[in-house]
């Protein structure tokens, strides 16, 4: 069964905040387990085992934002509208990046647990 042009353009616009949301719950929930089970120890390169978590998460989330907001276009529709849905898609994009870097932050300015 395929989608239909509305869902996928849905998710086209609204990929930036789903993955932020993603994102979110995925740093937050690893940090919450590994402070809990005392695992921050574990150190490379003078990075504790949970900033290396979210940072990579973070990486691997801004990647797929800026696959998913800038590189895939709508379909469908006349070409107004295609402009407005990747104008869109791109502006929550960029909110959702500048989210993922704020979340992120800390990684740099406050210890891990």
Request: hydrophobic share 55%.
């Amino acid at each position: 069964m395929r989608d239909s042009s509305f869902t996928r353009n849905a998710l086209l616009i609204f990929s930036g905040p789903i993955v932020w949301a993603v994102h979110f719950i995925a740093i937050y929930g690893w940090t919450g387990v590994l402070c809990a089970r005392q695992a921050k120890h574990g150190e490379w390169l003078g990075m504790a085992l949970v900033e290396w978590g979210v940072l990579l998460t973070s990486a691997a989330a801004a990647v797929v934002i800026v696959v998913t907001g800038f590189c895939l276009c709508p379909r469908t529709g006349k070409p107004d509208n295609q402009r407005f849905m990747r104008w869109m898609a791109r502006a929550l994009a960029v909110l959702a990046l500048l989210a993922i870097a704020w979340e992120t932050l800390p990684v740099f300015l406050t210890p891990a647990c």
